[in-house]
Protein backbone atom coordinates (compact mmCIF):
# COMPACT_ATOMS: atom_id res chain seq x y z
CA UNK A 1 0.00 0.00 0.00
CA UNK A 2 2.91 2.48 0.64
CA UNK A 3 4.55 1.74 -2.61
CA UNK A 4 0.82 2.21 -4.13
CA UNK A 5 0.34 5.76 -2.57
CA UNK A 6 3.77 7.24 -3.59
CA UNK A 7 3.05 5.52 -7.10
CA UNK A 8 -0.07 7.87 -7.25
CA UNK A 9 0.58 10.76 -5.23
CA UNK A 10 2.80 12.35 -6.36
CA UNK A 11 1.06 12.24 -9.59
CA UNK A 12 -2.32 13.23 -7.98
CA UNK A 13 -1.20 16.32 -6.35
CA UNK A 14 0.42 18.13 -9.01
CA UNK A 15 -2.23 17.16 -12.15
CA UNK A 16 -4.37 20.82 -11.92
CA UNK A 17 -0.71 22.39 -12.77
CA UNK A 18 0.39 19.50 -15.16
CA UNK A 19 -3.39 20.09 -17.17
CA UNK A 20 -2.69 23.58 -17.36
CA UNK A 21 0.90 23.28 -18.78
CA UNK A 22 -0.21 21.00 -21.37
CA UNK A 23 -2.67 23.50 -22.90
CA UNK A 24 -0.59 25.98 -24.11
CA UNK A 25 3.13 24.63 -26.42
CA UNK A 26 5.29 27.04 -24.15
CA UNK A 27 4.14 25.51 -20.91
CA UNK A 28 4.98 22.02 -22.50
CA UNK A 29 8.70 21.90 -21.32
CA UNK A 30 7.47 22.86 -18.15
CA UNK A 31 5.14 20.30 -17.91
CA UNK A 32 8.02 17.88 -18.36
CA UNK A 33 10.02 19.05 -16.03
CA UNK A 34 6.93 18.45 -13.56
CA UNK A 35 6.82 15.11 -14.86
CA UNK A 36 10.38 14.65 -13.77
CA UNK A 37 10.09 16.07 -9.70
CA UNK A 38 7.04 13.90 -9.52
CA UNK A 39 8.54 10.95 -10.86
CA UNK A 40 12.03 11.51 -8.81
CA UNK A 41 9.70 12.11 -5.72
CA UNK A 42 8.34 8.93 -5.90
CA UNK A 43 11.50 7.15 -5.81
CA UNK A 44 12.18 8.84 -2.68
CA UNK A 45 8.83 7.94 -1.42
CA UNK A 46 9.45 4.10 -1.95
CA UNK A 47 12.78 4.46 -0.05
CA UNK A 48 14.40 1.76 -2.44
CA UNK A 49 17.61 1.74 -3.83
CA UNK A 50 18.23 2.97 -7.15
CA UNK A 51 21.59 2.47 -9.12
CA UNK A 52 22.07 4.33 -11.86
CA UNK A 53 25.39 3.16 -14.17
CA UNK A 54 26.97 5.34 -17.12
CA UNK A 55 25.69 8.52 -18.27
CA UNK A 56 22.30 9.56 -20.51
CA UNK A 57 24.53 12.33 -22.03
CA UNK A 58 28.46 11.19 -22.13
CA UNK A 59 30.87 13.74 -23.76
CA UNK A 60 31.01 11.68 -26.94
CA UNK A 61 27.05 13.04 -27.48
CA UNK A 62 26.82 16.13 -25.45
CA UNK A 63 25.17 18.61 -27.46
CA UNK A 64 23.24 16.52 -30.31
CA UNK A 65 20.07 14.52 -29.79
CA UNK A 66 20.15 11.05 -28.96
CA UNK A 67 17.98 8.45 -29.07
CA UNK A 68 17.56 6.18 -26.15
CA UNK A 69 16.74 2.66 -26.90
CA UNK A 70 15.53 0.80 -23.63
CA UNK A 71 13.60 -2.45 -22.93
CA UNK A 72 10.12 -2.57 -21.90
CA UNK A 73 9.13 -4.87 -18.58
CA UNK A 74 6.95 -2.33 -16.27
CA UNK A 75 4.80 0.44 -15.80
CA UNK A 76 7.31 1.80 -13.70
CA UNK A 77 9.79 1.87 -17.15
CA UNK A 78 8.29 5.69 -17.97
CA UNK A 79 8.74 7.36 -14.72
CA UNK A 80 12.18 5.90 -13.90
CA UNK A 81 13.35 7.33 -16.92
CA UNK A 82 11.77 11.00 -16.63
CA UNK A 83 13.64 10.48 -13.50
CA UNK A 84 17.42 9.78 -14.72
CA UNK A 85 17.33 11.49 -18.48
CA UNK A 86 17.72 15.03 -17.93
CA UNK A 87 16.40 17.80 -19.94
CA UNK A 88 13.64 17.96 -22.24
CA UNK A 89 13.05 14.45 -23.57
CA UNK A 90 10.33 13.20 -25.73
CA UNK A 91 9.16 9.59 -25.44
CA UNK A 92 6.99 7.24 -27.50
CA UNK A 93 4.15 5.05 -26.24
CA UNK A 94 1.41 3.32 -27.31
CA UNK A 95 -1.79 4.96 -27.93
CA UNK A 96 -3.55 3.05 -25.18
CA UNK A 97 -1.34 5.79 -23.09
CA UNK A 98 -3.81 8.61 -24.26
CA UNK A 99 -6.52 6.97 -22.91
CA UNK A 100 -5.41 6.14 -19.52
CA UNK A 101 -7.87 8.55 -17.09
CA UNK A 102 -6.07 12.03 -16.10
CA UNK A 103 -2.44 10.91 -17.43
CA UNK A 104 -3.75 10.18 -21.17
CA UNK A 105 -4.54 13.94 -21.78
CA UNK A 106 -1.62 14.87 -20.50
CA UNK A 107 0.57 12.87 -21.73
CA UNK A 108 -0.60 13.10 -25.85
CA UNK A 109 -0.52 17.10 -25.49
CA UNK A 110 3.46 16.52 -24.48
CA UNK A 111 4.66 13.04 -26.07
CA UNK A 112 3.95 11.15 -29.00
CA UNK A 113 1.72 7.94 -29.29
CA UNK A 114 1.21 5.05 -31.61
CA UNK A 115 -0.88 2.41 -32.67
CA UNK A 116 1.43 -0.29 -34.19
CA UNK A 117 -1.66 -2.02 -35.63
CA UNK A 118 -2.47 1.04 -38.25
CA UNK A 119 0.03 1.78 -40.69
CA UNK A 120 -1.05 5.64 -40.77
CA UNK A 121 -0.44 5.62 -37.10
CA UNK A 122 3.06 4.09 -37.58
CA UNK A 123 3.94 6.55 -40.53
CA UNK A 124 2.62 9.56 -38.36
CA UNK A 125 4.15 8.60 -35.24
CA UNK A 126 8.06 8.19 -37.40
CA UNK A 127 7.53 11.54 -38.55
CA UNK A 128 6.59 13.30 -35.39
CA UNK A 129 9.67 11.60 -33.94
CA UNK A 130 11.70 12.72 -36.76
CA UNK A 131 11.00 16.03 -36.14
CA UNK A 132 11.32 15.97 -32.76
CA UNK A 133 14.78 15.04 -33.17
CA UNK A 134 15.43 17.73 -35.59
CA UNK A 135 14.09 20.24 -33.08
CA UNK A 136 17.19 18.91 -30.97
CA UNK A 137 14.54 17.24 -28.71
CA UNK A 138 16.08 13.59 -27.29
CA UNK A 139 14.23 10.66 -27.88
CA UNK A 140 13.11 7.34 -26.02
CA UNK A 141 11.61 4.32 -27.60
CA UNK A 142 11.17 0.67 -26.24
CA UNK A 143 12.05 -1.38 -29.31
CA UNK A 144 10.22 -4.07 -27.89
CA UNK A 145 7.05 -2.37 -29.06
CA UNK A 146 5.64 -4.23 -25.67
CA UNK A 147 6.27 -6.02 -22.45
CA UNK A 148 6.94 -9.81 -23.62
CA UNK A 149 5.60 -12.72 -22.09
CA UNK A 150 9.63 -13.19 -19.71
CA UNK A 151 10.71 -9.04 -19.23
CA UNK A 152 13.74 -8.92 -17.42
CA UNK A 153 15.33 -11.78 -18.88
CA UNK A 154 14.57 -12.06 -22.36
CA UNK A 155 13.91 -9.44 -24.59
CA UNK A 156 11.05 -9.58 -27.44
CA UNK A 157 12.56 -9.18 -30.94
CA UNK A 158 13.11 -5.35 -31.94
CA UNK A 159 10.97 -3.53 -34.16
CA UNK A 160 12.75 -1.52 -36.68
CA UNK A 161 11.57 2.14 -36.18
CA UNK A 162 14.11 3.34 -33.71
CA UNK A 163 17.40 2.10 -35.62
CA UNK A 164 15.74 3.43 -38.74
CA UNK A 165 15.31 6.67 -37.54
CA UNK A 166 18.88 6.56 -35.81
CA UNK A 167 20.15 6.49 -38.99
CA UNK A 168 18.29 8.24 -41.29
CA UNK A 169 18.66 11.29 -38.62
CA UNK A 170 22.28 10.24 -38.20
CA UNK A 171 21.91 10.91 -34.66
CA UNK A 172 23.84 8.28 -31.65
CA UNK A 173 21.54 5.55 -30.05
CA UNK A 174 22.10 5.38 -26.24
CA UNK A 175 21.33 1.75 -25.22
CA UNK A 176 19.37 1.48 -21.89
CA UNK A 177 19.01 -1.10 -19.92
CA UNK A 178 16.10 -1.79 -16.70
CA UNK A 179 16.92 -5.23 -14.63
CA UNK A 180 14.40 -5.01 -12.07
CA UNK A 181 11.56 -3.04 -12.73
CA UNK A 182 9.47 -6.00 -13.65
CA UNK A 183 10.15 -7.29 -10.25
CA UNK A 184 9.29 -4.11 -8.42
CA UNK A 185 6.34 -3.10 -10.57
CA UNK A 186 4.85 -6.33 -12.38
CA UNK A 187 2.93 -5.86 -15.02
CA UNK A 188 -0.56 -7.83 -13.63
CA UNK A 189 -3.30 -6.85 -16.58
CA UNK A 190 -5.46 -4.39 -14.22
CA UNK A 191 -4.29 -5.21 -10.82
CA UNK A 192 -1.91 -2.63 -9.04
CA UNK A 193 0.92 -4.40 -7.24
CA UNK A 194 4.34 -2.70 -6.44
CA UNK A 195 6.84 -4.40 -4.03
CA UNK A 196 10.10 -3.10 -2.36
CA UNK A 197 12.91 -4.27 -4.79
CA UNK A 198 15.98 -2.43 -5.65
CA UNK A 199 16.41 -0.92 -9.50
CA UNK A 200 19.03 -0.13 -11.67
CA UNK A 201 19.22 1.53 -14.57
CA UNK A 202 22.63 1.30 -17.09
CA UNK A 203 23.12 3.79 -19.50
CA UNK A 204 25.39 1.98 -21.98
CA UNK A 205 27.86 3.59 -24.31
CA UNK A 206 26.35 5.35 -27.42
CA UNK A 207 26.18 3.89 -30.97
CA UNK A 208 27.53 6.35 -33.09
CA UNK A 209 25.79 6.00 -36.68
CA UNK A 210 27.26 8.79 -38.61
CA UNK A 211 28.34 7.35 -42.04
CA UNK A 212 25.64 4.95 -41.72
CA UNK A 213 22.83 3.21 -44.49
CA UNK A 214 19.72 1.60 -43.99
CA UNK A 215 21.53 -1.47 -45.12
CA UNK A 216 23.48 -1.45 -42.13
CA UNK A 217 19.89 -1.32 -39.91
CA UNK A 218 20.50 -5.18 -39.33
CA UNK A 219 23.07 -4.84 -37.84
CA UNK A 220 22.47 -1.99 -35.46
CA UNK A 221 19.23 -3.94 -34.68
CA UNK A 222 21.58 -6.87 -33.41
CA UNK A 223 24.24 -4.88 -31.97
CA UNK A 224 21.31 -2.83 -29.73
CA UNK A 225 19.57 -6.06 -28.78
CA UNK A 226 22.76 -7.43 -27.43
CA UNK A 227 23.98 -4.41 -25.86
CA UNK A 228 20.92 -4.14 -23.54
CA UNK A 229 20.65 -7.69 -23.32
CA UNK A 230 24.09 -8.25 -21.61
CA UNK A 231 23.00 -6.38 -18.42
CA UNK A 232 19.95 -8.21 -17.71
CA UNK A 233 21.64 -11.05 -16.25
CA UNK A 234 19.33 -10.67 -12.78
CA UNK A 235 20.82 -13.95 -11.64
CA UNK A 236 24.30 -12.75 -11.16
CA UNK A 237 24.02 -10.60 -7.81
CA UNK A 238 25.17 -12.14 -4.71
CA UNK A 239 22.35 -13.11 -2.09
CA UNK A 240 22.20 -10.38 0.33
CA UNK A 241 22.03 -7.79 -2.54
CA UNK A 242 19.17 -5.65 -2.71
CA UNK A 243 18.79 -6.22 -6.35
CA UNK A 244 18.88 -10.19 -5.87
CA UNK A 245 16.79 -12.40 -7.71
CA UNK A 246 15.03 -13.81 -4.27
CA UNK A 247 11.24 -12.45 -5.37
CA UNK A 248 11.04 -9.63 -2.57
CA UNK A 249 7.46 -9.84 -0.07
CA UNK A 250 4.87 -7.82 -0.73
CA UNK A 251 4.83 -4.43 0.91
CA UNK A 252 2.66 -4.05 3.46
CA UNK A 253 0.05 -1.34 3.82
Known amino acids: MWCVTWFLLPFLL ?19 QLNRWWSKLQFLGYFTPLDVRGEPHPAAVRGQPVIFCANHSSYIDIPLLFATIPGYVNIVG ?10 GRIFRSTYLTVDRRSVVSR ?15 DLIIFPE ?8 RVLLPFKDGAMRLAIEQQVPI ?13 DLGARLRLRRHGLRVVFHPPIQTLGMTLADLPTLREQVWLIITSSLDPDSEPADSPFAATPPAPVRA
Open 14 to 32: TWPLQLALSTFPAGRPWLH
Open 94 to 103: KAALAKVPLW
Open 123 to 137: GRSFVECARSLRGGR
Open 145 to 152: GSIGPAPG
Open 174 to 186: VPVTMPYNHRFFP
